[in-house]
C-alpha cells in the first residue's frame, strides 16, 4: 500500500473549477483496480492550499500499471490544466504507530479465534449434505489455510500472502467447482452458526462487518467458480475493516 500526496496552490478565483475537475476525475480512479482510495482536502487557514491524497496498491502498481493503462488518459484529462499548481508529488509508505481502532482481526481474537472458528466449521461439513459433496477431497490443513486467509483479510499478519501463495492461489482453488447460490448460503449460514457457538464477539458492529465480509467473499467464489471463468488473478489480497460503523463501545 501506498499513499500519495499531491500538494497545489490553487487561486481562489480557480478553486471551483479545481474542485469540479477532481469530481470528474475521481470516476476514472474508481474504474482503476491499483487505485484503493481518493480524497481531497481544502486547507482551513489557508484555502489556496488543496491536499491530494491517493492509496494506491503499490507505487509499481500506480506507475507501471494505472499511468500506463487505458484509465490514465481520461483521468488526467481532467486535470491537466491544474498541473503548474503541484507543490509537491510524491509517494509516502505507512509507518506501522498502532491504531486507535483495532482490526476486525484483533476484534475477533486474533489467530486462535480464528482458526477455531473454522476447525469447528470444516468439522461441521462433511455432516452437511449440500457442502459435503463439494468438500470430500478437502486439504487436511483446509481450516488452517481459510483461517490465515480471513486473518489476514481482516488486518492479521500476512501468512497467506508470504506462505500459502496469496490471491492467485486461493482463486484457482475455486475454479471450475461450479458452487450453486444454495450451497453458497449454506456455507454462510453454518459459518454463522459456527461463530455463535464458538463464541466470536457478537456485538452489531463486529458482525455486521464479519456478515458483510462473508456476503462479498462467497458471492467471489461463486463467481470464481462458474465453469470457463477467467477471474483475474493479479488482484490485490482484499482488506475489510468495520465499514460505516465503528467498533462497540459498550
Ligand atoms: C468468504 C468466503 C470464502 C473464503 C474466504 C474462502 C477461502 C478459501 C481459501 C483460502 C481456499 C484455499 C485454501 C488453501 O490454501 O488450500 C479455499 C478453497 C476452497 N473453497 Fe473457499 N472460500 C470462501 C467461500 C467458499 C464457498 C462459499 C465454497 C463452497 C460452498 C467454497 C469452497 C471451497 C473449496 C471446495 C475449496 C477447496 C478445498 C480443498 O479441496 O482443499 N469456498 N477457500
Redesign the pocket.
Given at each position: 500500500m501506498t499513499i500519495e500526496y499531491i500538494r497545489y496552490r490553487v487561486p481562489a478565483d480557480r478553486s471551483a473549477e479545481f474542485e469540479d475537475a477532481y469530481r470528474r476525475a475521481a470516476a476514472h480512479l474508481a474504474a482503476a483496480p491499483e487505485c484503493r482510495g481518493i480524497e481531497l482536502t481544502r486547507c482551513e487557514e489557508e484555502p489556496e492550499s488543496y491536499v491530494v491524497r491517493l492509496t494506491w496498491t503499490s507505487t509499481h502498481d500506480h506507475l507501471d500499471g494505472f499511468r500506463k493503462g487505458p484509465n490514465f488518459p481520461p483521468f488526467f484529462a481532467q486535470i491537466r490544466g491544474f498541473v503548474d499548481d503541484i507543490q509537491e508529488m510524491r509517494h509516502y509508505t505507512p509507518v506501522e504507530i498502532g491504531d486507535a481502532v483495532p482490526t476486525l482481526y484483533e476484534w475477533a481474537g486474533g489467530a486462535d479465534a480464528i482458526e477455531k472458528l473454522f476447525q469447528v466449521f470444516y468439522e461441521r461439513v462433511p455432516q452437511d449434505e449440500?457442502?459435503a459433496p463439494?468438500?470430500?477431497?478437502?486439504?487436511p490443513?483446509?481450516a488452517k489455510?481459510?483461517a490465515?486467509?480471513?486473518g489476514e483479510?481482516f488486518g492479521g499478519p500476512r501468512v497467506?500472502s508470504e506462505h500459502?501463495?496469496g490471491h492467485p492461489?486461493?482463486v484457482?482453488?475455486?475454479l471450475g467447482?461450479g458452487?450453486?447460490e444454495q450451497?453458497?448460503r449454506?456455507?454462510?449460514a453454518l459459518?454463522q452458526e459456527t461463530a455463535d457457538e464458538v463464541g466470536l464477539p457478537d456485538d452489531p458492529e463486529f458482525r455486521s462487518a464479519f456478515v458483510g465480509?462473508?456476503?462479498?467473499?462467497?458471492r467471489?467464489?461463486?463467481i470464481f467458480?462458474r465453469p470457463g471463468a477467467k477471474p483475474n488473478q493479479d488482484e490485490p489480497m482484499p482488506e475489510w475493516g468495520w465499514g460505516n460503523v465503528l467498533p462497540w463501545q459498550g
Open positions: 449440500l457442502l463439494l468438500f470430500a477431497g478437502m486439504d490443513d483446509h489455510h481459510v490465515a486467509w480471513v483479510v497467506y500459502r501463495g492461489h486461493m484457482a482453488k475455486h467447482r458452487i450453486t450451497q453458497r449454506r456455507w454462510v459459518l465480509y462473508l456476503e462479498w467473499g462467497t467471489m467464489a461463486v467458480s
